[in-house]
Every structure is written in structure tokens, then in C-alpha cells.
Nanobody, 128 residues
Framework: QVQLVESGGGLVQAGGSLRLSCAAS??????????MGWFRQAPGTEREFVGG????????VYADSVKGRFTISRDNAKDTAYLQMDSLRPEDTAVYFC???????????????????WGQGTQVTVSS
């Protein structure tokens, strides 16, 4: 019913920047807003919380590993969330996913199991 599509991944050198986009479509999108989360997963690891943004965009939460380097924003008029990544490091290499809560008033959550909708993921590779 609700579809999320990530884009913007690719190969970048250490210290460089990349911006990921997450476009949402489907029922309730544009009228009812959902808190959004960004997660990443490297081979052999569990899915890791990167950051999240409230349904209105007035509040954000970040993992300690990305604070000061990554910025999450959203444009509700375009039904799109963004992850701006600066000062990238090789350890940031992973598949990045966006996710949305299934309940309109549910807050940002660090637990991936709290999210009802997921994108397909986009690969980010940072070379040294």
C-alpha cells in the first residue's frame, strides 16, 4: 500500500559527501505524515539505526557514530526524506534503508522492528 524508494547511493572517496533520497507514495502519503528512520547494514552485521526525523520535521535523532556528519531532513510537499552525508569514512560503507512508522503519531524509534514500511536499500561505498 505504501511504497518507499531510496536513491542516491554510490561510490565516494573518504571525506566526500553524498545525499540519499527516499520518495514515498501510496495511501495517506501527503495528508498523514509518518516519522521516518534511516538505517544501514553492512555484510555480516545487524541493521543499525542511523537517524530519524519526526513526522513534521521539527525533531531529529542521530546515532553517536554519525552526529555532526549526517543531516536528516524532509520535504513533506514532495513526500520525500533526505539523508545528507558529509565527511564520509570507510566504516560508513553499507546498504542504506529508509523506513516509515505505520502509525501516524508514532515517534522516532531506534529499533528497526518498530517500522512498518521499508525501501529496497541503496549501496553506499566509501573508499580510503
Amino acid at each position: 500500500q505504501v511504497q518507499l524508494v531510496e536513491s542516491g547511493g554510490g561510490l565516494v572517496q573518504a571525506g566526500g559527501s553524498l545525499r540519499l533520497s527516499c520518495a514515498a507514495s501510496g495511501r495517506s502519503i501527503g495528508r498523514s505524515m509518518y516519522a521516518m528512520g534511516w538505517f544501514r547494514q553492512a555484510p555480516g552485521t545487524e541493521r543499525e539505526f542511523v537517524g530519524g526525523i519526526s513526522r513534521s520535521g521539527d525533531s531529529t535523532v542521530y546515532a553517536d557514530s554519525v552526529k555532526g556528519r549526517f543531516t536528516i531532513s524532509r520535504d513533506n510537499a514532495k513526500d520525500t526524506a533526505y539523508l545528507q552525508m558529509d565527511s564520509l569514512r570507510p566504516e560508513d560503507t553499507a546498504v542504506y534503508f529508509c523506513a516509515a512508522r505505520a502509525t501516524v503519531f508514532a515517534p522516532i524509534d531506534r529499533d528497526p522492528n518498530a517500522y512498518g514500511y521499508w525501501g529496497q536499500g541503496t549501496q553506499v561505498t566509501v573508499s580510503s
